[in-house]
């Protein structure tokens, strides 16, 4: 019987197997959750290539400060929400970068049929942070991306600690507030 799964009812609990099963049972859910917790937050800016609007390729990876945090923002130019926070960030960018050393990357997922609009319409946005393209959505895939918008933010060692995937007007101060602990 050793090592079977038995069910568990209110008459039982004061039997020592099924106290022993239950205490079980909860140091393995506690540690799953961590485990879970901690690959999460581990998750690193992986190595992938992106067009910069130049048509030029470059890693993402080398876009950032060494020591500083990176905001990674996924967007596209038919996505409203995107554009939205991408306008919202774009007015408090100069001075975030100036006080924390912050880099604000835009990857824009727009596919063959749009991607060519991406650059006309960045700059007549007048974004001052860096836009790339991600046009085989490598980098969307390796990091998970399943829609837009959707920000990362990453600390000085290139760890995700805290991301996005939706905006809705005043997120950008929670962001805000996020890189300014990353000091």
């Known amino acids: 019987m050793a090592g079977a799964l038995f069910f568990v009812g209110p008459s039982d609990l004061a039997k020592p197997r099924?106290?022993?099963y239950l205490e079980h049972m909860k140091t393995l859910i506690t540690t799953l959750l961590v485990?879970?917790?901690?690959?999460?937050?581990?998750?690193?800016?992986p190595h992938v290539s992106v067009l910069k609007l130049d048509g030029s390729k470059t890693e993402l990876t080398s876009l950032r400060?060494?020591?500083?945090?990176?905001i990674v923002s996924f967007w596209a130019t038919w996505c409203k929400p995107c554009i939205n926070e991408l306008n919202a960030m774009a007015e408090l960018y100069d001075d975030l970068h100036e006080e924390t050393g912050v880099t604000l990357v835009a990857v824009s997922i727009d596919d063959s049929r749009t991607s060519?609009?991406?650059g006309p319409f960045v700059a007549g946005?007048?974004?001052?942070?860096?836009?790339?393209?991600?046009?085989?959505?490598?980098?969307?895939?390796?990091?998970?991306?399943?829609?837009?918008?959707?920000?990362?933010?990453?600390?000085?060692?290139?760890?995700?600690?805290?991301?996005?995937?939706?905006?809705v007007p005043g997120e950008e101060e929670v962001l805000v507030a996020e890189v300014r602990k990353l000091k």
């Not at 485990?35 to 800016?45: N, R």
């Not at 400060?65 to 990176?70: A, I, T």
């Open 116 to 118: 060519p609009k991406v």
């Open 65 to 70: 400060e060494e020591g500083k945090p990176m």
């Open 18 to 20: 099924a106290m022993a």
């Open 125 to 167: 946005q007048g974004w001052d942070y860096t836009v790339v393209l991600d046009p085989n959505s490598d980098l969307r895939r390796a990091m998970g991306v399943n829609n837009v918008p959707h920000t990362f933010l990453l600390n000085g060692a290139g760890e995700v600690v805290w991301q996005a995937n939706k905006y």
């Open 35 to 45: 485990a879970s917790a901690t690959l999460i937050s581990a998750q690193s800016l």
